[in-house]
């Protein structure tokens, strides 16, 4: 009697299917996002790079006059991120019709390599004003380049930078709010732990041991998962 094995040999042959799946690697970068912000807010003047919703509040208290914001610096990274957005549609327009896993691939190992600059600028000339804007700027175009590829990839409730929608989806679809049995509850819930456990240890990071330490741990992270991704949701 011959033994079954479990492995689909479909899936097994798809190299589509190789690697760690999607909302996995999504989860990851939604820990390097809090990361990324925890930089940015605590260590550069109370800006955000990843998440542009804050960003555009802060610019409202900037020009108000709010102490501890700088117009310059939100500018520096709305136009940062803009810019990188327009890069990752550009990038998936010219390679979101081949294979997924090499479009995700490549954007992440972008990702990973302004992150890894970002660092290396951080450790060799902390506290400088050119230091601050560098940091902003690479920063938050990796963030609109991975913004731009999320979107196009489509996975539900895994934006990877912001949470608003996936809180009011929490409340919203729950048995609380007669929404049904809120089956993707459990994606919702990890993105919000996940951004959360980021933020903390970034902060964590940047008041104990600087700017440098928690940009390399966000290379790394995501250099991990750019090697490890799959083209499977």
Do not use: C
């Not at 492995?7 to 190299?15: E, N, R, V």
């Not at 799946?21 to 990361?35: A, E, M």
């Amino acid at each position: 009697m011959s033994e079954q094995s479990s492995t689909d040999p479909k899936t097994a042959d798809d190299p589509e299917a190789r690697g760690l799946r999607l909302v996995p690697v999504l989860l990851g970068l939604t820990v390097v996002s809090g990361l990324i912000d925890a930089v940015s807010y605590l260590g550069l003047e109370h800006v955000f790079t990843a998440n542009m919703t804050g960003n555009v509040v802060v610019l409202g208290f900037a020009a108000a006059g709010a102490p501890g914001f700088s117009v310059a610096h939100t500018l520096t990274s709305l136009g940062s991120f803009v810019v990188g957005a327009a890069a990752g549609g550009r990038g998936a327009v010219r390679l979101g019709g081949g294979s997924r896993r090499t479009w995700v691939r490549l954007t992440l190992a972008a990702e990973a390599v302004l992150l890894g600059v970002s660092a290396v600028v951080a450790f060799a000339a902390p506290g400088a004003t050119a230091t601050a804007y560098t940091l902003i700027a690479v920063t938050a175009f990796a963030m609109g380049l991975r913004n731009a590829t999320v979107r196009k990839l489509g996975v539900p409730d895994l934006t990877t930078t912001v949470l608003t929608m996936t809180l009011t989806g929490l409340a919203a679809d729950s048995r609380a709010a007669g929404g049904g049995p809120g089956t993707r509850s459990p994606r919702r819930t990890a993105s919000v732990i996940a951004m959360v456990a980021g933020a903390t240890l970034g902060a964590w990071l940047v008041l104990h041991h600087g700017l440098g330490i928690p940009l390399a741990i966000s290379a790394g992270l995501v250099a991990v998962l750019a090697a490890v991704a799959s083209g499977r949701e």
